[in-house]
């Protein structure tokens, strides 16, 4: 089963505008959010994270928006840039029975930004 | 600062050959991983070493072995590739602790036929 679901495969936004990935997860063990971007023929790189304690975490142009009662989280991107294109992770980390962490990614939603 | 080092590149195998993917972190990190990345299935854990000395599998391990050579180096062997293991692999890392982030290398590109 599926326990981080990003829904939108890909998402086309204009320069300027905000940009909204969306990832909906299924556990609620999980207690701890991440968000990786990834270049093509590059590793994927940490981007933002926060923790289920706290519903906003800012960074600059990205923010991240959890809300556990939905088990949903949205990254919003602002203003939404050409260099933004790539493919956005959503991933979600929990520590279960015996103390092992199962960090789970989503399948990812391709974001194109256009000038 | 080099990070995390992955070769090689590019692999083409035939069925039944078999290879050992390199991964190497210069970061001084407790663990690391494998993972596979296939179209429309995001990141998937193969295997992982929480500490040098120890390994565990993680979600899709079947077909692989590995080996913490040393707290640098973590080795990935196919023993008999299958085209169902044409991917592109990642090498991570990370410091102790949970809320640490992934440090992922540039991946290798495996193809099977």
């Known amino acids: 089963d599926q326990q981080v679901k990003q829904n939108s495969p890909s998402l086309s936004v204009q320069e300027g505008r905000i940009s909204i990935l969306n990832c909906d997860y299924t556990n609620s063990m999980f207690d701890y959010f991440l968000w990786y971007k990834k270049y093509p023929a590059e590793g994927p790189t940490f981007l933002i994270s926060i923790s289920s304690i706290k519903d906003k975490n800012e960074d600059g142009r990205f923010t991240v928006f959890l809300n556990k009662s939905a088990k949903h989280l949205s990254l919003h991107i602002v203003p939404s840039q050409p260099g933004d294109s790539a493919v956005y992770f959503c991933a979600a980390s929990a520590i279960f029975q015996g103390g092992s962490e199962k960090l789970v990614f989503g399948k990812g939603t391709k974001l194109t930004v256009n000038p | 600062n080099a990070g995390v080092t992955q070769t090689p590149k590019f692999q083409v195998l035939k069925t039944g050959q078999s290879m050992t993917l390199q991964c190497a972190q210069d970061m001084n990190h407790n663990s690391m991983y494998w993972y596979r990345q296939d179209p429309g299935m995001g990141l998937r854990l193969i295997y992982y070493?929480?500490?040098?000395?120890?390994?565990d599998k993680g979600e899709v391990p079947n077909g692989y072995n590995v080996s913490r050579l040393n707290k640098r180096e973590f080795s990935l062997r196919l023993e008999s590739a299958a085209p169902s293991q044409t991917s592109v692999y990642f090498c991570a890392s990370r410091p102790q602790g949970r809320v640490e982030k992934l440090f992922f290398g540039s991946g290798t590109q495996l193809s099977v036929l």
């Open positions: 070493s929480a500490s040098e000395g120890t390994t």
